[in-house]
């Protein structure tokens, strides 16, 4: 913002700032009204009389003037010195121009936040053993998965080898087995139909291999759950970890699992207290947060420290339910994933997993397996939210500090050694489209990555769809830049109200490339085999493409306008082999089995 202002006239000389302005009198005068009105603001009066050379202030105080262009005037009223032939010229003004503020989001290589854990990755119920598909799953790499006995037929037993092959860790919800009205396990001392259930459930994950943490019961300290008191819930508690660790005494237990404005210190304690005292303590502190993201860190280590209070260790900190609609109107908007993905991975949750709630318009993201609303209802495309979290799935290596001026823009960063690739996912957490500059620094610290004094940097723009689908994101940024004083800074016009920006950073030479003089590919075709749907990722290629799918006779089955990333239904297609062409170029063609 510039602040200085100077409007002179023969024998009157005012200095004026925008919050400021001081009044400097080369004569005497009776009374002075200086007036300055920029973008609504009008600065106070100052009334003589006042010497010849003395000085005076008005408009004292802190004041917001929006951008652009604005008018200050002074009027000087002198009546009663000397006459002058040309009274009306003590009207003085003067264009000011108000210029904005450009925000910095800062990526620091020299302040290392440890190995890619992508412990912010989770979900609840939003999946089943088939659906949605790998390609929908697999690039988010989710690494947590809280649910029931699941979706579909074969419960847990149809579901546990998919959860397996992505490495991801399964906790099994016992309560939602049972149910959550009376009779209440513990009712007239009665817990029968309650170990039947749990014994059952506990017993088959033993025999069957499969490696599940148990959460007792959800939400204890919310009556919705749990219409008992909390003395009740306690010795339902020690009763179940017993039984728990009688069938399996290596099985992770977790708990309280309580919820939001009913887990009070006060309730919190005293289920702390109580399972200290009687030797029932769960492996991991679980409970869930509703907030905003900017109040996560603290809470984590408020949690750590009553913990530590009470002389208790815990393995892990876990929020197995997050993000609500209080952060968008379905909680489905990309900065808020994002924002929340920041505070996670800075807090060092051992996981979280994203809840799931009613939408806004019709339909449940609880009752069917489409990654609690991250795709659509009938589970076959993603929404912009979806992006968010594959930007978060496609960081690898390690991650580094990213620092902005405005708490309302937030991010995660990586770069992997091996690859030589560098990424990020930044949120925009308002409704504001203002530009933006993006600032990488100490380039010099990420082996491999500045080839010949530059970087290439990509940047996709991921605007806010909510339940809407959004199957390709547009590239808009896809250059060289000079790296100087080991840094890069990569201006954004305009970032997405409510949205994200997914940004990759490569040493030049490694994403555009010219066919046929290299055999690097300019298009990714995934997953191989596809089922219903296949991802096209055009790298190195910035604006519209046409691609073109041929079945192995010949005869093309589609056409397809992509930017950037898209990703195509392909439903419609008979089993086979197909081939993807990339259309302006010649030599371009990727082969695929749709199953």
Not at 54 to 76: F, P, Q
Not at 346 to 365: Q, T
Request: aromatic share 10%; glycine share 8%; charged share 15%.
């Amino acid at each position: 913002m510039k602040n200085n202002r100077h409007i002179t006239q023969k024998r009157k000389v005012w200095s004026f700032s925008v919050i400021t302005a001081v009044i400097c009198l080369l004569l005497s005068i009776n009374t002075l009204h200086a007036k300055a009105k920029t973008g609504g603001l009008f600065i106070r009066e100052l009334t003589g009389p006042l010497a010849a050379g003395a000085s005076g202030t008005i408009g004292s105080g802190t004041n917001t003037i929006s951008n652009g262009v604005h008018t200050i005037n002074a009027n000087a009223n002198d009546a009663n010195r000397f006459a002058e032939s040309n009274e009306t010229n003590n009207t003085l003004s003067q264009l000011i121009t108000i210029e904005p503020t450009v925000l910095t989001v800062m990526v620091d290589f020299s302040v290392d936040r440890g190995p890619v854990t992508y412990r912010a990755s989770g979900f609840l119920l939003g999946i089943s053993a088939t659906t949605p598909s790998s390609a929908l799953v697999n690039p988010l790499k989710p690494k947590f998965f809280r649910f029931d006995n699941g979706f579909g037929s074969g419960g847990i037993d149809a579901l546990y080898p998919r959860i397996q092959s992505l490495g991801a860790v399964g906790e099994f919800i016992l309560s939602d087995s049972y149910g959550y009205s009376a009779p209440y396990p513990g009712d007239n001392s009665d817990y029968t139909r309650w170990d039947l259930t749990v014994t059952n459930i506990v017993t088959n994950a033993k025999n069957k291999g499969q490696n599940l943490q148990f959460d007792i019961w959800n939400e204890p300290s919310n009556a919705q759950f749990w219409g008992r008191s909390q003395s009740q819930y306690l010795d339902m508690w020690a009763h179940t970890f017993q039984l728990i660790r009688s069938i399996n005494p290596n099985t992770v237990i977790v708990g309280p699992s309580g919820c939001c404005t009913q887990l009070n210190t006060t309730w919190l304690q005293t289920y702390l207290t109580y399972v200290k005292a009687n030797n029932v303590i769960p492996n991991i502190l679980s409970w869930h947060y509703m907030d905003s993201p900017f109040n996560i860190e603290t809470l984590v280590n408020s949690m750590r420290t009553l913990a530590a209070n009470n002389g208790l260790t815990f393995s892990g900190y876990e929020l197995n339910e997050s993000m609500s609609p209080t952060d968008g109107r379905n909680g489905l908007r990309p900065a808020d994933a994002i924002l929340y993905f920041a505070a996670l991975e800075r807090a060092g949750v051992s996981n979280a997993a994203k809840s799931c709630w009613n939408e806004v318009g019709g339909g449940s993201d609880c009752s069917a397996p489409r990654l609690d609303g991250l795709v659509s209802q009938d589970g076959l495309y993603p929404r912009s939210i979806w992006w968010a979290y594959k930007g978060y799935g496609d960081i690898t290596g390690r991650l580094y500090a990213v620092t902005t001026g405005d708490s309302n823009y937030d991010g995660i960063a990586g770069y992997d050694s091996v690859s030589k690739i560098g990424k990020a996912v930044f949120g925009n957490y308002t409704s504001s489209n203002a530009g933006v500059q993006l600032r990488f620094s100490h380039l010099d610290l990420m082996s491999g990555l500045v080839n010949e004094g530059k970087i290439h940097v990509k940047v996709e723009s991921v605007p806010n769809s909510e339940t809407s689908n959004l199957t390709s994101i547009p590239t808009v940024v896809d250059s060289e830049f000079t790296v100087s004083n080991n840094e890069v800074v990569v201006p954004l016009a305009s970032f997405e109200p409510w949205g994200a920006v997914l940004v990759t950073l490569t040493p030049t030479g490694a994403t555009r490339v010219i066919v046929p003089r290299s055999n690097v590919s300019q298009m990714n075709v995934f997953p191989n085999p596809a089922g219903d749907v296949l991802t096209i990722e055009l790298i190195g290629i910035a604006g519209k493409q046409q691609v073109e799918i041929f079945n192995v006779q010949g005869i093309l089955v589609k056409e397809i306008e992509i930017t950037g990333t898209k990703l195509i239904n392909i439903s419609d297609l008979p089993k086979g082999i197909y081939l993807v062409h990339l259309k302006n170029n010649s030599l371009e063609v990727q082969k695929f089995t749709k199953q």
